[in-house]
């Protein structure tokens, strides 16, 4: 028989403590402890957030963003999109093994990809 964990909450409401119905699976924290833990962690989401917030408004605050899509991305596309009111666009997949590659790159990135009027975009990539 396995014993399913059970969440109970702390005082805090975002510091579970997993146990089971045969006892705690992991100890309590002191509370200054978890105050000091709970402040970091939320350091560290503001720092997140204002990272976010800064990369969104270098790329100009876009409110209509043209999604990635299968065959369907590539700049005739994208600048079509542009035209209707897309303000961020974002290429298809490549792979990054054959990015590198001068063949592969050519056949799928032209000059005018990423030039002035297909800004901002952002460029996908797969690897492994």
């Known amino acids: 028989d396995r014993v399913r964990p059970k969440l109970h909450a702390r ?6 403590v997993i146990s089971s119905t ?3 699976i ?3 924290a002191s509370d200054s402890m978890c105050d000091r833990d709970c402040d970091s ?7 997140a957030a204002a990272r976010s917030s800064a ?13 990635p899509m299968i065959d369907q991305s590539e700049l ?16 298809p997949m490549f792979h990054a093994k054959h990015f590198i590659e001068p063949g592969y790159r050519e056949a799928n990135w032209s000059l005018l ?4 009027p297909d800004r901002p975009l ?7």
């Open 11 to 16: 005082s805090k409401p975002h510091a579970p």
């Open 22 to 24: 045969a006892g705690p």
């Open 26 to 28: 992991q100890a309590h």
């Open 41 to 47: 962690a939320e350091e560290r989401r503001q720092e």
């Open 55 to 67: 990369f969104w408004e270098r790329l100009g605050r876009p409110r209509t963003v043209l999604a």
């Open 76 to 91: 005739p596309f994208r600048m079509l999109c542009r035209r209707h009111g897309a303000a961020l666009a974002v290429t």
């Open 113 to 116: 990809d990423g030039s002035a």
């Open 122 to 128: 952002l460029v996908q990539f797969a690897a492994n």
